[in-house]
């Protein structure tokens, strides 16, 4: 199982260095990722929580001002990245071409890709959320070889449940990781939006997630510790 926490644009310092303090209290099984905001990524204390980052350049290191590479997430121990978050489709205009790109350099410097697809209110009110997803897949793995497609993890994500409470039925989610596993049965398939302590029940009946990936509940680790003994037990 895996649990990816995305701090996405929040903590300050000195808050940063208090919430890392109360993550080291988390006991789990499950491969922790923590994704912190960029400018924290080279102060992460040596623990077995795996590093992970919100975002890469999708170019190589040069003249790219403001932008961070993959060689350089490399360089600071990153093992991981978010890909292609809604957020950064929607606010950064990130295209298809660019998260295809991130991707590639990605797994060129061996780090994992967490790619994020997923259907928005409209798309799934007319019923396209395959449509969307598998389209999104299609064109982020476009300039992979089979054996880099493996290694990519993919994140389903309605964007309707993202920051809003509303999670999808068990059915809806099962309906769009079993489509996802259909075509890509070798890749590891989490589900995100709004997952907290209180639905992780009902959750967790899903046996086609291979974790989750977690946003709000990423900022308060009394919640998160009550998240993780309900999945475990
Ligand atoms: P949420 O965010 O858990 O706050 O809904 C999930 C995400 O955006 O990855």
């Keep these: 199982m895996i649990i990816a926490l995305n701090n996405k644009c929040n903590l300050t310092k000195p808050e940063f260095i208090t919430y890392q303090k109360e993550l080291t209290h988390l006991s789990t099984t499950a491969t922790l990722i923590l994704c912190p905001s960029s400018l924290y990524l080279g102060e992460i204390a040596p623990s077995s929580i795996k590093l992970g980052a919100q975002n890469v350049s999708s170019t190589e290191c040069g003249a790219y001002t403001g932008e961070i590479s993959a060689s350089q997430l490399k360089s600071a121990s990153v093992k991981y990245c978010i890909v292609g978050h809604s957020e950064r ?9 660019e998260i295809a790109k991130k991707i590639k350099l990605l797994l060129k410097e061996e780090i994992i890709p967490i790619l994020c697809v997923g259907e928005d209110k409209t798309k799934r009110q007319e019923n396209l959320q395959l449509q969307v997803i598998m389209e999104e897949l299609k064109m ?10 493996k290694k ?3 994140a389903y994500e309605p964007i309707w449940s993202i920051g809003t409470g509303i999670i999808p039925t068990n059915n809806q989610i099962e309906e769009v990781i079993n489509a996802i596993k259909k075509l890509y049965p070798e890749n590891q398939v989490l589900y995100g939006g709004s997952a907290n302590e209180e639905n992780i029940d009902e959750l967790k009946n899903i046996s086609c997630i291979d ?8 900022l308060k680790p009394e919640k998160l510790k009550i998240f993780l003994e309900k999945l475990e037990n």
């Design 152 to 154: 990519v993890i993919i």
């Design 211 to 218: 974790g989750y990936l977690i946003g709000g509940l990423s």
């Design 140 to 149: 982020a793995m476009k300039n992979l070889s089979m054996e880099e497609q």
């Design 89 to 97: 489709r929607a606010n950064q205009h990130e295209t298809d071409d």
